[in-house]
T-cell receptor, first 115, second 111 residues
Framework: EPEVTQTPSHQVTQMGQEVILRCVPI?????FYWYRQILGQKVEFLVS????????KSEIFDDQFSVERPDGSNFTLKIRSTKLEDSAMYFC?????????????FGQGTRLTVV | KQEVTQIPAALSVPEGENLVLNCSFT??????LQWFRQDPGKGLTSLLL?????REQTSGRLNASLDKSSGRSTLYIAASQPGDSATYLC??????????FGTGTRLQVFP
């Protein structure tokens, strides 16, 4: 069964360092997303990406964050200068259709710890 | 503001019970609603997707219903098993691509 894969599963970084989280969405999906979940809190939307550009972003997704689809398969989230409060589980997701009409499918997440 | 609420926050039941998890949303103009399962420290597994035009969806022992007019969805789990222990998340989509999540119901099924 097709699945969204994320690497690494865990990442520990020092405050102020740049991190890149990687994702391979489901191959025939056209819409890609990043969400995050701070420990004990709700899953929050960060950004959606379609046709090689950001289609929507939340207030959380400030200038420290960027996304890229560098080739036909990978989708990355970069945090330029990490802060302690960026520590969270980051989920990549993808969907086939607009408005997630076919459902949204999530990866297993990358646990980011900023020290 | 579009918000999603889930009750109860936690539930502990003996194996074999039928149970109902509730999800409510403040804006009834949803595009669709999706139920997910999350195991501790893990990703989100999609369980059921209900389009706004549908009233319910079924998969195995799971049945999800949708009442848009009252802003509610329920997830019914029949004959619960210890393996059903997890957090169940409800999420809605409006006229954009993003999911808005509830806080989840943490379910424990004990033998």
């Amino acid at each position: 069964e097709p699945e969204v894969t994320q690497t690494p599963s865990h990442q520990v970084t020092q405050m102020g360092q740049e991190v890149i989280l990687r994702c391979v969405p489901i191959s025939n999906h056209l819409y890609f997303y990043w969400y995050r979940q701070i420990l004990g809190q709700k899953v929050e939307f960060l950004v959606s990406f379609y046709n090689n550009e950001i289609s929507e972003k939340s207030e959380i997704f400030d200038d420290q964050f960027s996304v890229e689809r560098p080739d036909g398969s990978n989708f990355t989230l970069k945090i330029r200068s990490t802060k302690l409060e960026d520590s969270a589980m980051y989920f990549c997701a993808s969907s086939e259709a607009h408005g997630t009409g076919g459902g949204t499918f999530f990866g297993q997440g990358t646990r980011l710890t900023v020290v | 503001k579009q918000e999603v609420t889930q009750i109860p926050a936690a539930l502990s039941v003996p194996e074999g019970e039928n149970l109902v998890l509730n999800c409510s949303f403040t804006d009834s103009a949803i595009y669709n609603l999706q139920w997910f399962r999350q195991d501790p420290g893990k990703g989100l597994t999609s369980l059921l997707l209900i389009q706004s035009s549908q009233r319910e969806q079924t998969s195995g022992r799971l049945n999800a219903s949708l009442d848009k007019s009252s802003g509610r969805s329920t997830l019914y789990i029949a004959a619960s098993q210890p393996g059903d222990s997890a957090t169940y998340l409800c999420a809605v989509v409006y006229n954009t691509d993003k999911l808005i999540f509830g806080t989840g119901t943490r379910l424990q099924v004990f033998p």
